[in-house]
């Protein structure tokens, strides 16, 4: 009877392990099928700019691959921060997806409450693109040369105006190192995305704009309509050669560009973001997607999930001493 309780015992034990190991395989087999379904991508910006332009010819690519649609939806506001929590809150099985700079968990936080955990709730997928920050000089700027700026804030501080496309975004980050570096008052006129600054720059409503490369506004300065004073690059542009990057002009700090990539919830599993980072990963490496980036001043990005989330910690670090040296906050 002894022998007979142990056999069942031993056969039960047997059952639960197969049951376990097939439900492991079906799990591990349904993860390495992604996509099973239409994929969402939430461009954490207004449509039209250089990030929603990338993020549509990213989706539109991927869609070829993976044979499924690939869906774009836009959720812009707070600098990113409400797409970003739109995703946190998404299902983590791959299908929703954000673009986004990652100044949305690099730098927002610091400055307040975003409704996600950067390191939680998020999960780095692949870096795409770095867009440098060009400085011009709008209509109502009389200078010619980013040493006129600097001597007009001298001259009459807080005259000089400098819009950006928002509080926490890089081009308002590049305002505050070079106020900081250059002992400077100017005074930041923020917008909540791109579309509305260039109208009003070009409108000559303030002197100075902050804004991400991009054919239109490569456009403008190759028309005269802006003066291009200085880039945030890691050396001077294809596009622009005759810009002097901010590092040159003595403001290393200043010295920013906007990274961006793709995100998705934090709780999706390491082979699916895995997977999703190796499908990006073969868009990116297509001829015509590396000269559309560069053509318009933007640099292609490489490496994957861990690369990535080594890159907006180093971000965050670097935010963070700012933040506490100007006192910036989110208003």
């Known amino acids: 009877m002894i022998a007979l309780a142990s056999l069942k015992r031993a056969a039960g034990l047997a059952a639960f392990l197969v049951l376990a190991l097939l439900f492991l395989a079906q799990a591990a087999f349904s993860q390495a099928r992604w996509p099973q379904r239409a994929v969402r991508i939430i461009v954490v910006y207004p ?13 539109d690519r991927l869609a070829t691959r993976l044979e499924v649609p690939i869906l774009v939806e836009n959720r812009s506001g707070g600098g990113g921060a409400v797409g970003m929590a739109a995703l946190a809150k998404a299902a983590p099985d791959g299908h929703t997806l954000a673009f986004s700079a990652i100044s949305p968990l690099s730098l927002n936080p610091h400055l307040g409450p975003v409704g996600y955990d950067p390191r939680r709730d998020v999960a780095p997928v692949t870096g795409v693109m770095l867009t440098p920050v060009v400085v011009v000089g709008t209509p109502a700027f009389a200078g010619a040369s980013f040493q006129d700026l600097l001597q007009a804030a001298r001259t009459a501080p807080g005259r000089i105006r400098w819009g950006s496309s928002g509080r926490a975004t890089v081009g308002h980050m590049v305002l505050e190192q070079v106020r900081l570096a250059g002992q400077v008052d100017i005074t930041h006129i923020p917008y909540k995305g791109g579309a ?6 070009l409108a000559g409503h303030f002197e100075i704009l902050s804004t991400n490369v991009a054919q239109t506004q490569l456009q403008y300065i190759q028309a005269g309509r802006f003066k ?5 690059a890691p050396e001077r542009l294809r596009v622009l050669p005759q810009v002097p990057t901010l590092a040159e ?3 290393p700090r200043a010295n920013l560009a906007s990274q961006f990539g793709l995100f998705a919830p934090g709780d999706t599993p390491a082979s699916v973001v895995e997977r999703i980072s190796t499908e ?13 980036l560069t053509a318009a001043g933007n640099l292609p990005l490489s490496g994957g999930p861990a690369e990535f989330a080594r890159a907006i910690e180093l971000d965050s670090e670097r935010n963070l001493v700012v933040i506490k040296a100007t006192g910036m906050r989110m208003e």
């Open 196 to 201: 509305q600054q260039l109208n009003d720059a």
């Open 47 to 59: 449509p039209g700019g250089v990030s929603d332009e990338t993020a549509r010819f990213v989706a």
């Open 228 to 232: 291009a004073l200085a880039v945030g």
């Open 280 to 292: 990006v990963g073969a868009v990116m490496r297509q001829a015509d997607f590396r000269e559309r």
């Open 249 to 251: 002009l003595g403001f």
